[in-house]
Structures are given as C-alpha cells and as structure tokens.
C-alpha cells in the first residue's frame, strides 16, 4: 500500500491480488481513518512494446516526486508475479505517476456523476 496525492486529495492505493488489480481509495482530508473506496485499476498489456500486464502483485510503492524524463509527475512501482510477454519470472513494472492521475481522475469523475444522479 501507497500514499499518492492528486489535485490536493490523498489516494491510498492497495494490491488488489485476487483480482489482479490495485484498489483507489480516497482518503477523508478531515478525518485520514475514512477511506471511500474510488475504484479498481488494472495495468494492462501493451502490444506495441511487447510488455505484459501486472499480475499477482506482492507490493507496490509510489512518489509524486519528480523523477525526471517519463517520471515527472511521479512513479508508480509494482512487483508482477508473473510474466508472458515474454515468459519469465516475476518483475516490475514501472508506471508514469500521469498515467496513475489520469486514472484516479476518470475514477473521482465517475464517482462524481454517480452521485450527481442519485
């Protein structure tokens, strides 16, 4: 589990192992023990570069520090059990902390659009 902040709000990101996925919570700015669960996110193959998706995640860590290059609004680290693009054993995956906001941004933006037709 992370701490990443966007947009002044705080997001706990947690592995999600059953699921192959990573789970977005917002964290209550008033009260930091109130977490609304946003979302689930995946990392998914890319065909064009030849890079597996995440699976079977034992850990994760991110930064909004800027890293420099791709890395500038942060760095998403996740461990990836197993590998078929191509067949190896586990390794990580590095994630731009832009992707990881716009992400978290669609999620809050539904979120948001849930509530509005309630």
């Not at 609304?36 to 850990?59: F, N, P, R």
């Amino acid at each position: 589990m992370a701490l990443f902040n966007v947009d002044a709000q705080t997001y706990l990101i947690a592995s999600s192992q059953g699921n192959n996925s990573y789970a977005i919570y917002h964290v209550h700015p008033e009260n930091p023990e109130v977490l609304e669960l946003m979302g689930l996110v995946q990392i998914t193959a890319d065909k064009a570069t030849q890079i597996d998706g995440v699976s079977e995640t034992d850990g994760l860590d991110v930064t909004n520090a800027n890293l420099g290059g791709r890395f500038t609004e942060g760095l998403w680290v996740v461990q990836d059990g197993r590998n078929v693009m191509p067949s190896e054993t586990q390794n990580f995956k590095l994630v731009a902390g832009a992707s990881l906001k716009d992400a978290i941004r669609k999620l809050a933006s539904a979120k948001r659009e849930r509530h509005s037709h309630m």
